[in-house]
């Protein structure tokens, strides 16, 4: 079975662009979360999603958004970059329920100039 | 917010030694624990679990305990090998949240 994929692994952006980032769950999985990853904060969660609805939020601002498809397949979106927005951001999918085994992605390295 | 801490930031050991990571949690509601690895370059990749009902659970070479008067969670990995080196991250589910600490870094000495 493939595992979770993320596309594109790296990115380069400047301040105040948007991006647009990709996750595809693994197959069956109808739960997908995404994670925010730097050396400082460490792994922050930004929200998850299941069956095309976003169930849970992180602490993080509006310029933060995302979306799943039908096919649990996940977008996020951060709008007006900043320089802070740099990190590895994680996607990972798991069956259904809120406590289970999250599998996740290796990673989109977003890097904001 | 949730605080989950780790002890040390960094852990050497000799090849074939037994590894002990520890990992401090604040919240005495959370009713799941879990713990990953992280290479160099990859995502976090789960190893084992436990919920709050349980004081230790064991896996292949891994046995995590869990001390919830003292909110203290700690992950052993029996005869360390070269593979084990990574970043090892514990985290905790509250409710409908995972909180995850910064991580240990794990260094394998042939």
């Known amino acids: 079975k493939a595992g979770v994929t993320q596309t594109p692994r790296y990115l380069i952006k400047t301040r105040g662009q948007q991006v647009t980032l990709s996750c595809s769950p693994i197959?069956?999985?109808?739960?997908v979360s995404w994670y925010q990853q730097t050396p400082g904060q460490g792994l922050q969660f930004l929200f998850e999603?299941?069956?095309?609805?976003?169930?849970n939020k992180g602490n993080f601002p509006g310029r933060f958004s995302g979306r799943q498809f039908s096919n649990s397949r996940s977008e996020m979106n951060v709008s007006t970059l900043e320089l802070g927005d740099s990190a590895l951001y994680l996607c990972?999918?798991?069956?259904?329920?809120?406590?289970?085994?999250?599998?996740f992605g290796p990673g989109t390295r977003l890097t904001v100039t | 917010g949730e605080s989950v801490g780790l002890h040390l930031p960094t852990l050497s050991v000799q090849e074939g030694d037994n590894s002990i990571i520890n990992c401090a949690y604040s919240?005495?509601?959370?009713?799941?624990f879990i713990w990953y690895k992280q290479e160099s370059g990859k995502g976090p990749q789960f190893i084992i679990d436990?919920?709050?009902?349980?004081d230790k659970r064991q896996g292949q070479r891994v046995t995590v305990l869990l001390n919830k008067t003292v909110k203290h969670l700690s992950l052993q990995i029996a005869a360390t090998q070269p593979g084990d080196s990574a970043v090892y991250f514990c985290a905790e589910n509250t409710g409908n949240q995972f909180y995850f600490g910064t991580g240990t870094s794990l260094t394998v000495i042939p």
């Open positions: 999603y299941f069956s095309e609805t976003q169930r």
């Open positions: 436990i919920r709050s009902n349980m």
């Open positions: 919240n005495s509601a959370s009713d799941y």
């Open positions: 990972a999918s798991s069956l259904e329920s809120r406590v289970s085994e999250q599998y």
């Open positions: 197959s069956g999985h109808r739960s």
